[in-house]
Nanobody, 119 residues
């Protein structure tokens, strides 16, 4: 079992930046991928960014060029740097952990952190 704890959400004006952090603990040797998802009111949860062992990354088209996912393997922490934020980025952001075997398979989720972008 992997436990995930997110931090770093908040309120920011459009055009601003935020960095989310997610600390993993527990059976982290069982995972080789981590990611960030978001869910806005009335919408389905969507993958925002994923990072695999070796450092390969994937991004939703809507955030490419604005968001960057990274990880610190020593600390067991994954980050999401969000720049040029837009009101449509407003959502609850969730950290996830799992395995990448051709596709992502998520097995653990954080509790979520609210990101609100004002216009």
């Amino acid at each position: 079992q992997v436990q995930l704890v997110e931090s770093g959400g908040g309120l920011v004006q459009a055009g601003g930046s935020l960095t989310l952090s997610c600390a993993a603990s527990g059976s982290i040797r069982s995972i080789n991928a981590m990611g960030w998802h978001r869910q806005a009111p009335g919408k389905q949860r969507e993958l925002v960014a994923g990072i695999r062992s070796g450092g390969s990354t994937d991004y939703a088209d809507s955030v490419k060029g604005r968001f960057t996912i990274s990880r610190d393997n020593v600390k067991g922490t994954v980050y999401l740097q969000m720049n040029s934020l837009k009101p449509e980025d407003t959502a609850v952001y969730y950290c996830s952990a799992g395995r990448y075997i051709g596709s992502y398979y998520w097995v653990s989720w954080g509790q979520g952190t609210q990101v609100t972008v004002s216009s």
